[in-house]
Each structure stands twice: as C-alpha cells, then as structure tokens.
C-alpha cells in the first residue's frame, strides 16, 4: 500500500539553527500539506501546496518558514532560524485532488527539539 | 468560542462495549466532516468522512453529522483493544482544523 515517508524521524538542533524537514508524498498525489501537533495539544494545518505554489497557509506559517518542492518526489519544509516554540511533531500528508481533499494521507511525522 | 470543541477523555470502556465519541463546531463554513484515529507517536489515519447531515457508516464504524446543530459523532460498535488511539475530528472549510482529540482506552 503506498504510504507517505518522512525524514528525519527525529530532529534536535540548536534555537536559531535552520532545519529543513523532508517528505516523500504518495506518487500520483498533487496536493501537500504541512501540520504541526505540539507536544499533548491538537494537530494544526500550516499550508498546503498544489502546482509548485502555496494554496493555503495558517497564521503559524510565518516568514521563517517556506516549503518547496525541489524534484519530482520530495517536498520539504524549511524553518529558516528555529525558535524553542517550534518544537513539535511536524507531519506532512498528501491527496490525490482537490475535490477528494477529506482523504488526507499522514505520514509518521519528524519529531523536532529545540534546544 | 474555540473553533472545535471535543471531550479529551480518556475514555476506558470494556472490549466489545458501544463508544460514542463526540465534536461540537462554531464556524458555519465547515463544509466537509472527517474522523481520524491517531495511534501515540503516529500520524493520523483517516477513518470516515462526510460533507452531508444524516449517518455514514463503514464496518463498525458510524458517522453522524448534524449541521443544523453543528455536531458530529463517531460511533464504535464491538469495540477492541486495537481500537485504544485517540480519535480526531477534522473539518474542512476554508483549510483543514483539528479538534483536540479524545484518547479513547478499550479494556480487554
């Protein structure tokens, strides 16, 4: 059954550093999503992404952050200069279309600590 | 008013009992309506979604959804121990919003 990955599955890196989070969508999907869950509280969208442009994004996603898709396969989430806050399970999850976007499919998340 | 409201539980419940588990929303815009189960360190699973009032049911699982009200339920019928996660409702209007979560135990 195909399945979104993400890499690292956990990331720890020093307040101010830049880490860059990596997804590997479901081939045939089109739209990206990035949400984060902090530690025991809820999960929140941070943007989607459809036809290398950001479609939608949250008031989370502020200018240390940015998403691309470099190639074919990978998408990726940037935080330019980490912050303790940003702290969290960050998980990517991809649909096949925009009228099928209920059908969200996760991947297992990159856990980030900022120290 | 928070946007999404759920009960966080926990919920312990014996293996094989019915569990209902509920969401209130505020935002008239939520148009489509999703459960998702999220096993501890996992992302969420999509279970059942919906964009319609009324009941949908897959397995042993019903959704109901009543606009009007502003509510939705997840129902378990016989559940099970593999059941044990914490359940999410999801809506989507303008982008997708998660509620909090209920954290769901069943017994053996």
């Known amino acids: 059954e195909p399945e979104v990955t993400q890499t690292p599955s956990h990331q720890v890196t020093q307040m101010g550093q830049e880490v860059i989070l990596r997804c590997v969508p479901i081939?045939?999907?089109?739209?990206f999503y990035w949400y984060r869950q902090i530690l025991g509280q809820k999960v929140e969208f941070l943007v989607s992404f459809y036809n290398n442009e950001i479609s939608e994004k949250s008031e989370i996603f502020d200018d240390q952050f940015s998403v691309e898709r470099p190639d074919g396969s990978n998408f990726t989430l940037k935080i330019r200069s980490t912050k303790l806050e940003d702290s969290a399970m960050y998980f990517c999850?991809?649909?096949?279309?925009?009228?099928?976007?209920?059908?969200?499919?996760f991947g297992p998340g990159t856990r980030l600590l900022v120290l | 008013q928070k946007e999404v409201e759920q009960d966080p539980g926990p919920l312990s419940v014996p293996e094989g009992a019915i569990v209902s588990l509920n969401c209130t929303y505020s935002n008239s815009a939520f148009q489509y309506f999703m459960w998702y189960r999220q096993y501890s360190r996992k992302g969420p699973e999509l279970l059942m979604y919906?964009?319609?009032?009324g009941n949908k049911e897959d397995g042993r699982f019903t959704a109901q959804v009543d606009k009007s009200s502003k509510y939705i339920s997840l129902f378990i019928r016989d559940s099970q121990p593999s059941d044990s996660a914490t359940y999410l409702c999801?809506?989507?209007?303008?982008?997708?919003?998660f509620g909090p979560g209920t954290r769901l135990s069943v017994l053996p």
């Open positions: 081939s045939n999907h089109l739209y």
């Open positions: 999801a809506y989507y209007g303008q982008n997708f919003v």
């Open positions: 999850a991809s649909t096949s279309g925009p009228y099928l976007r209920e059908t969200q499919y």
């Open positions: 919906t964009y319609s009032s």
